[in-house]
Every structure is written in C-alpha cells, then in structure tokens.
C-alpha cells in the first residue's frame, strides 16, 4: 500500500486533472454565455454611439447657425469700418491724383512754352550766324579794297619818288 504522500500526490493529480476538464468546460460555458452579451453590448455600443452623434449633430446645429450669424455680422462690420476708414483716403488720393494732373498739365503747358522759345532762339542764332557771315564778307571785302587802296597808294608813292 501507498503511503500517505503518495496517495496525496495522486489524489492532488487527479483532482487537477479533473480541474483541468472542469476549467475548459467553464470557459466553453462562459464564452458561449458572453456571446451574447458581448454581441448586446456591441449593439449598445453602437446604438449609444449614433443616439450621441444625433445628438450632438442637433446641438451643434442651432450653434453653426449662431456662429455663421456672428461671421456675417462682424464681416458686414468690419466692410463697413474698412469702407468708412477709407473714404477720406480716397478723397485725399483723388485730390492729389486731381493735383498731380494739374501740375502735370502746367508741366506740359511749360515744356511747349520752352520748346517755342528754344525755336525763336534757333532761328535767331541761325538769323546772326547769317548776319555774322554777310557782316564778315563785307569787313573783309571792305578790307580788301582798304587794303588794295594802299598797295595802289604805296606803288603811287614809290613812283612820285622816283
């Protein structure tokens, strides 16, 4: 006969044998009992999950339409600011662009006075190099006959003394 260690290490093999059938048949029975639950919960899961999404769609749709108001609002402000703002801006830019059209008329007005004047004083200096080359012609002619004048006086003079 066995002693009692032996029996209890035999007893303690064939109860953990037995556990061992016995843990696999509760994890079956488990498993096919959270099946169901598991597949519950899913569909709970999803169910809670499309109510909050519909929710927060209805929330959030009084909310966009607020904040598109407040865009709008604070555009149409800022377009009537920027407006205002610029106003004087541009009546200031039209009086100097007005100013600068003026000016620039004068400026053109002027350059036509001096392109005139430029003209008479061509045609006078063309008048006195014409003058200056008649007035040159005739000293010299006059020099010329001055000059034959003396050489006629001077032969004259050389035969008178002989």
């Known amino acids: 006969m066995p002693d009692n260690n032996e029996l209890v290490n035999m007893l303690r093999a064939v109860i953990q044998e037995e556990m061992q059938s016995v843990r ?24 809670v999950s499309q109510k909050v999404r519909a929710t927060v769609q209805e929330e959030l749709s009084p909310v ?9 609002e604070v555009s149409q402000k800022v377009r009537a600011t920027v407006q205002e703002e610029l106003s004087p801006v541009r009546q200031e830019f039209q009086e100097f662009r007005e100013e600068v059209s003026q000016e620039l008329q004068a400026l053109r007005h002027d350059v036509q006075d001096l392109k005139k004047g430029q003209a008479v004083i061509e045609n006078t200096v063309n008048d006195l190099r014409s003058i200056n080359r008649r007035t040159h012609k005739e000293v010299f002619s006059q020099l010329n006959a001055i000059w034959d004048d003396i050489k006629r006086l001077s032969t004259q003079e050389k035969s008178a003394i002989r």
Do not use: I, K
């Open 24 to 47: 696999q048949e509760v994890r079956a029975t488990v498993q096919e009992e959270l099946s169901p639950v598991r597949q519950e919960f899913q569909e709970f899961r999803e169910e």
């Open 64 to 72: 966009r339409q607020e904040f598109q108001e407040f865009r709008e």
